[in-house]
């Protein structure tokens, strides 16, 4: 039992310092499109080949497993197999929403040198880790057989739940994860539907998750669990803060129909539809939509951000990166990295009761003045530039890992 007992201490403490390590490196997501492809890493069982590990000061030392390769390279290859490749030795990990798991596995994979000022250091013998990292690609495995045809023999067919199975079975067997049933690992799981078949066999462990939406009480919380962001589908917008050139009061494209508390969508169609001044309209994850989206959202003052299927969606980090003033309509809604970022000043919440009374949402956005809009475009830039600090800080030389490590205590 004092094993224990002094286990939960540790992994409090580590909590604590985790919100910072994952805003420094998940917010690297934001710097890049998720459309454009990530450099190309050469992985061989699960590890990037020419890393190097060595150990370093004050900072959370983080194991991470070497898979097997199917759980890492090899859903990469059957993603491009599934689309046609011939040649699925040179493909890359794909662009998506949940594309984060690939930012944290490839930043971990980084040369010392690339990562002095972080606030993680990989170390080589798990009996020296704080944490262990399960670096599955697990939302990226759910999309493998999105658009597959299914000609072929079942057997034949990549199947998520044979992947899911197999890798708890994998977990089972090592000794650290026997050692605390798990509770010191972190696995991703950005998709709502990821780990969906095994979640109860490896709830202990930290999640990675975009939301509560589909896990249960007893499987995920706030106490233990890691609310990331999405990554951007949407350009940055590189002009300066300001009105003139948003002509738009509010805009949406997207779908219409969602499951769920995404009901709402609908509704906001019927009553926002003809209205002066708001754009909103269906929209696809075409190049041709995205692309319209991307004008649409950098000429926009407020950019509409209902529910999904689940309490989250995409839509709200293209909006900060277009500098296109976020309007929250979920009320459930669990916002990534909260006790860094005072989402007050850089979005506007409405209760969805109140959203859908007539008149209300478009009253009381054209009742923010444009000083109040600068304001928030001001600090919806200064997110998108803390991103880039945090990178430069991650390579430069003369950054200072004990500053890393007050920022840590601090948080």
């Known amino acids: ?9 540790q992994a409090m403490a580590c909590s604590a310092c985790l919100v910072l390590v ?5 917010f690297t997501t934001f710097l890049r499109p998720a459309s454009s492809p990530p450099p190309p890493l050469d992985i061989r069982d699960g590890v990037v080949v020419g890393s190097t590990i060595t150990l370093s000061a004050n900072r959370i030392k983080v194991f991470m497993y070497n898979l097997p390769r ?5 859903i990469i290859e059957e993603f491009a197999r599934a689309r046609g490749s011939t040649d699925v030795s040179k493909s890359w990990y794909p662009g998506h ?12 994979n980084r040369t010392d040198e690339d990562r002095v000022g972080s606030p993680v250091v990989r170390v080589a013998d798990p009996d020296e880790a704080e944490l262990f990292y399960v670096p599955f690609f697990s939302s990226l495995s759910l999309l493998v057989n999105v658009n597959r045809r299914l000609a072929v023999a079942d057997d034949q067919v990549y199947s998520d739940d044979k992947m899911q199975d197999e890798l708890v079975q994998w977990l089972e067997q090592q000794e650290y994860w026997r050692r605390n049933n798990g509770r010191d690992h972190v696995i991703a799981a950005g998709d709502p539907n990821a780990l969906n078949r095994v979640m109860d066999r490896v709830k202990n462990s930290v999640l990675l998750l975009s939301d509560f ?9 706030l106490i233990k669990d890691v609310i990331v962001p999405y990554a951007h589908r949407i350009n940055p917008y590189k002009g300066e803060i300001g009105v003139k050139k948003r002509n738009t009061l509010l805009l949406f494209m997207g779908n219409r129909y969602r499951k769920d508390g995404g009901r709402i969508r609908d509704l906001l169609f019927r009553l926002l539809e003809g209205d002066k001044d708001v754009i909103i309209k269906e929209g696809t994850q075409s190049r041709e939509d995205r692309r319209a989206a991307n004008r649409a959202m950098h000429t926009s003052k407020f950019c ?4 999904g299927d689940t309490p989250s969606a995409c839509r709200l980090f293209d909006a900060i990166v277009s500098l296109c003033v976020p309007v929250i309509l979920s009320d459930s809604i669990e916002l990534p990295f909260e006790d860094v970022i005072d989402y007050r000043k850089i979005a506007i919440f409405v209760r969805t009761k109140d959203s859908l009374q007539p008149g209300y949402l478009t009253n009381l956005l054209r009742g923010v003045s444009t000083e109040r809009i600068l304001e928030f475009q001001k600090e919806l830039k200064q997110v998108y530039l803390t991103t880039l600090l945090m990178t430069s800080l ?6 200072d890992p004990s500053r890393m490590k007050l920022l840590c205590f601090a948080c």
């Open 1 to 9: 039992m004092a094993r224990k007992s002094s286990f939960v201490k």
């Open 22 to 26: 994952l805003y420094a490196a998940y």
């Open 70 to 74: 199917q759980f890492t390279g090899g």
């Open 394 to 399: 991650r390579r430069s030389s003369s950054s």
């Open 97 to 108: 929403q949940h594309m984060g798991e690939w930012h944290l596995f490839a930043d971990l």
């Open 213 to 221: 939406g589909r896990v249960r009480p007893d499987q995920g919380s």
């Open 304 to 307: 509409l951000n209902p529910a």
